[in-house]
């Protein structure tokens, strides 16, 4: 996939019935990513993001797009872009959660959270929006949603989980905020870059280990040191990817640049999971084809962590004001759309599961 | 809500930092809507992608958007586009099935079709725009996704129906391509814009009607007429709003203008589906409140409904090689569709409602 700065695009295309010519001011930023060229699901947001603002702006305004570690470390995006080092990042909150809890409700991404779609609608139409640009302004930086994953699978695992219990003492790498539940658990999280997934679990470093779904995690080759996917990843129902800009370098953008950065999230947002969900499928039925063993979690396993998950989310609401702004806004909508999914999305869609478990499909 | 042409956003807000000055050629474009201006949802889209477009060109490209008989009729803007009599038209192509049944592939506005999210996936990461750009442009058009309803509901009742028997000889107001179904179980369907079906209702002109969802149907008063309100509505799982525009009028624009028109479609077509999820609850709420009886469809009625669908299927498959070649492509999508979303999505969701059920939430 093309990558780096988009010398070709600078020149437009001669279009002869056009009459319309921009002749905006150059413009051009370095973005860096969490994630690694090879994933173009997550990693390829940003590109879709760069080559949408090129597009609208004749090449005038050029993002160019880093994977992790070219310009900065995987983990080091989001100081890069508070500093002003990069003009963005693209990442996910919830990864710099060390530095305040509250970035990973600006993200979704806590346990049993909103799914994909209902944090989209509380990002764009709910309160989402406000309430995370007034954090993430704390950290000088101005947020736009630029994909999201959709539920992720639970992740890989060498044995069976029957209970609770066998989770205990586990070496899990897992992502961003799920350690701060998985660990009340007693499971031991390990956070890692995507890059370096795959070795810890080669080398037993880790026992388990999720990423988001199967095509990244078959890429990833996690398929071939641990025989059991289990589902759903409770800790990432809907995780929101972030395209975070230095304040600075935003607010020095024309009105005009302003909207373009604006739509061109947008469409990168939903293009991710449009793309995650085309691509899962074949991935899953390969991985099925290759002895990968799909497994539920058991319903013990899930109200444990439930329970746990409520348990951190109401000692974080008792001592940490700046959490519990964004919690009680988010998790009144859970219930509100919890409720509301529940009708016509959840009847409609078991009724199409049953008619694909009866081959009717 | 503002409408109509935004002369006050032709001038920019002045910013002291801004270095970028756009100077694009000025292009006024007149869209039509199929829905009334009291919809902020459905007919609220035109007006998010006019507003996108005018902010990402400083004014210079304006939109004016006419909702439902301001231009031309409800059901008239689809040849007022392809005619060039207006530049775009949002609506929703299955209004346009008795030219082609295959334009009701073209936004998955079919039964037992494909739901919100994979539609959008179908659309911009399968072979959706392709084949919908490939039909469309037999009619003189370019389309652009622009916005969907989700799962819509089933529609108010006056009388309980327990079987497919009761909807024998049932008038019933339905969108689109579902009265193709609905005709087969011997439902007399008929098609009427938004803005007509209150007072059929009233008068009792129709038995029964379907428009979305909670949020709009307590706008158009269906609930003063009839007590029943079923689901889901298995005819329109995941309907894809279009915007449709003249041919000539498209490959007029720049480059950069064509780009800018698809990210702003974008952006729209992202928030309708997150304005219906969050304005539909409360709504939700307040018709039950009122007396309103939520009730699932019998199986039967589901099952019979499946079978009618997938017989008319194979006799479009049969018998038109331009329904065939979009069907061919989508329903396979569907199939790993189905099987994906039955996993992580399900799951997580249906552990989520039992858990709001239990008043865990």
């Given amino acids: 996939a093309a990558c780096g700065p988009r010398e070709q695009a600078a020149a437009p295309a001669a279009a002869p019935a056009a009459p319309a010519v921009i002749t905006g001011e150059t413009v051009r930023w370095r973005l860096a990513s969490t994630f690694p060229r090879a994933l173009d699901t997550i990693w390829g947001a940003a590109e879709v993001f760069a080559k949408a603002v090129s597009d609208a702006t004749g090449g005038r305004f050029q993002v160019s797009t880093h994977p992790a570690g070219e310009l900065v470390p995987a983990m080091g995006v989001f100081d890069a872009a508070q500093a002003g080092t990069i003009e963005c990042a693209h990442t996910a909150n919830y990864f710099f959660f060390g530095k305040e809890d509250a970035l990973a409700l600006a993200n979704g991404g806590i346990s049993f959270g909103l799914n994909g779609r209902q944090m989209t609608s509380w990002f764009y139409e709910g309160n989402g929006l406000a309430l995370s640009r007034e954090l993430l302004d704390t950290f000088n930086l101005v947020n736009f949603a630029c994909g999201n994953t959709g539920a992720q699978m639970g992740g890989w695992f060498r044995r069976e989980i029957r209970s609770p219990a066998d989770l205990q003492g586990m070496r899990f790498r897992a992502g961003g905020f799920a350690g701060r539940v998985l660990e009340r658990l007693g499971v031991v999280p390990l956070a890692m870059p995507a890059g370096e997934i795959y ?3 080669e080398r037993g470093t880790v026992d388990g280990a999720e990423f988001v779904g199967p095509y990244d995690d078959e890429k990833l080759g996690f398929h071939r040191v641990a025989p059991f996917y289990y589902y759903p990843g409770f800790w990432e129902a809907g995780t929101q990817l972030d395209l975070l800009i230095n304040k600075t370098a935003f607010n020095a953008l024309s009105p005009e640049y302003k909207a373009i950065v604006h739509n061109a ?35 013990s396993v899930m109200d444990t962590a439930f329970r746990a998950a409520h348990e951190l989310y109401a000692e974080l609401n008792a001592t940490n004001p700046r959490w519990k702004k964004i919690y009680d806004d988010q998790i009144a909508f859970r219930r509100d759309q919890v409720l509301w999914h529940g009708l016509a999305e959840a009847s409609f869609d078991s009724y199409m599961q049953l008619q694909g478990r009866n081959n009717r499909l």
Same sequence: chains 1, 2.
Avoid at 281 to 289: E, G, M, N, Q, T
């Fill in 199 to 201: 070795q810890a679990l």
């Fill in 265 to 299: 999230a947008a469409f990168a947002h939903t293009t991710m999971l449009a793309r995650y969900d085309a691509l899962n499928p074949a991935a899953l039925k390969r991985l099925v084809a290759g002895g990968t063993r799909l497994m539920p979690f058991p319903r």
